[in-house]
Nanobody
């Protein structure tokens, strides 16, 4: 059973930046597509960005040009660099490994 631990969330002003990290346990990290999702109260969880084992990336239209997903297979960690943050980016951000294993989430709040 894989375990994922997100970190790096917090309160930031509009226009600011945050870097989220998701550390995975186990030895299978390098063979899985990794993704970041987010969820606000009353809404379904939505894809923010994902990265394949080969490094191909996919982003939600709402974050293109502002967010960057990356991975370090040696550290079993996936990152989400978030720049030019907007209030509408406020959500709980979750890490997903292999379309199967979820982390517990980290809160991101963008507010002045």
């Amino acid at each position: 059973q894989a375990q994922l631990a997100e970190s790096g969330g917090g309160l930031v002003q509009p226009g600011g930046s945050l870097r989220l990290s998701c550390a995975a346990s186990g030895r299978l990290f390098s063979i899985y597509t990794m993704g970041w999702y987010r969820q606000t109260p009353g809404n379904e969880r939505e894809l923010v960005a994902e990265i394949t084992t080969g490094g191909s990336t996919n982003y939600a239209d709402s974050v293109k040009g502002r967010f960057t997903i990356s991975r370090d297979n040696a550290k079993n960690t996936v990152y989400l660099q978030m720049n030019s943050l907007k209030p509408e980016d406020t959500a709980v951000y979750y890490c997903l490994m292999g379309y199967r294993y979820w982390g517990r989430g980290t809160q991101v709040t963008v507010s002045s």
